[in-house]
């Protein structure tokens, strides 16, 4: 037996360093022992009561986990959190800055006896539409001008939508943003055709503040044909359908314009001088109709087109007759149809 025993202690002193490895391995690594890289603003402005993102990284991964302590230059324009926590083996992590009241601050960033300072943010209160305006201030009706909207500061981190309305003769969208760090955004106004001289109005509103613009429109004094052509993804391109009988895409004349009321749209599309018309009393001509000889013979050029030209001649009920508005530069995809 007391031989046994040098034998028993040499075991136990092996059970005890097994069970003191293995309880080891669950213990925490030490803290980080990093220090503070750069503090970053995902913006330069906000308005009190809406908050922007931080972000805070560290010159290592942090190894445990880390905790950083952050402050505010000024509480009273813009407050952030005691304190953030980032991720065992992350570098950086995220949080908000709530702004509070007008005015400029900092955030600055500890950890580890070392600490950064972020870029300067502005809160900025108040904020609100200073003017609206369109350009030109007079036009033909049924033209398209420009709008802008201007705010009396830069619009915060998100931006600024300004709500837009007008009284039916120009056509606006309900909406335009102000994308963040400008003060102005613009806008495309669609008029109608009128029969007399007619003033459109054009209104804004953002931050309390409402502003109103007005634009002239004239009767035009000769009929001008205006159209575009759309194809069912692509304008500008129409695609032979219906075993070669008809044209997937739509001719627009919509943008036309006369003294008088127009009455009459005369189409004439053609493929190497060969042509078909037809004559609508609205302004588009959907799905037009096409006939394989029209086409010249194969093969398809290596552009996988040929093209084709579209005309419109519009007149009125006044017996104005516009001159002809033509575009060469129509695409016609046959494949699949009419042998190719």
Do not use: E
């Amino acid at each position: 037996m007391s031989n046994q025993l040098p034998r028993l202690f040499r075991v136990g002193a092996i059970l005890i360093a097994l069970m003191a490895a293995a309880c080891g391995s669950n213990s925490p690594t030490s803290p980080t022992s990093g220090s503070i890289a750069s503090v970053t603003l995902s913006g330069a402005t906000v308005a009190p009561g809406n908050s922007i993102q931080a972000t805070v990284a560290l010159t290592t991964a942090a190894g445990s986990g880390a905790t950083v302590g952050l402050t505010s230059s000024n509480p009273g324009v813009a407050t952030v959190p005691a304190s953030v926590d980032i991720a065992a083996g992350a570098t950086s992590t995220t949080f908000a800055v709530w702004g509070v009241a007008a005015g400029s601050v900092t955030v600055t960033a500890t950890m580890n006896g070392s600490s950064r300072q972020s870029s300067t943010l502005t809160v900025s209160s108040g904020l609100r539409l200073a003017s609206i305006s369109v350009s030109p201030s007079t036009t033909i009706g049924g033209s398209i001008v420009t709008g802008t909207v201007t705010l009396n500061g830069p619009a915060p981190n998100g931006g600024a939508a300004v709500t837009l309305s007008s009284d039916g003769v120009a056509v606006v969208p309900a909406s335009v943003t102000v994308i963040s760090g400008d003060s102005s955004a613009t806008f495309n106004v669609l008029t109608r055709t009128v029969t007399a001289p007619t003033t459109a109005t054009i209104n804004g509103s953002f931050g309390g503040a409402s502003s109103t613009a007005t634009l002239a429109l004239t009767q035009p004094v000769v009929a001008t044909a205006n159209f575009g052509v759309t194809g069912s993804h692509v304008t500008d391109t129409c695609a032979v359908i219906s075993n070669g009988t008809a044209l997937d895409c739509t001719f627009d004349g919509s943008a036309s314009s006369a003294p008088g009321s127009i009455t009459a749209y005369d189409w004439s599309w053609s493929v190497a001088g060969n042509q078909k018309t037809q004559t609508t009393s609205g302004s588009t001509l959907a799905t037009p109709s096409f006939s394989c000889s029209m086409l010249p013979p194969g093969p398809l050029p290596a552009t996988g087109f040929v093209t084709m030209t579209v005309t419109l001649k519009i007149h009125d009920d006044a017996g104005d007759v516009s001159a002809a508005a033509s575009n060469g530069s129509v695409r016609l995809l046959p494949q699949g149809s009419c042998g190719y």
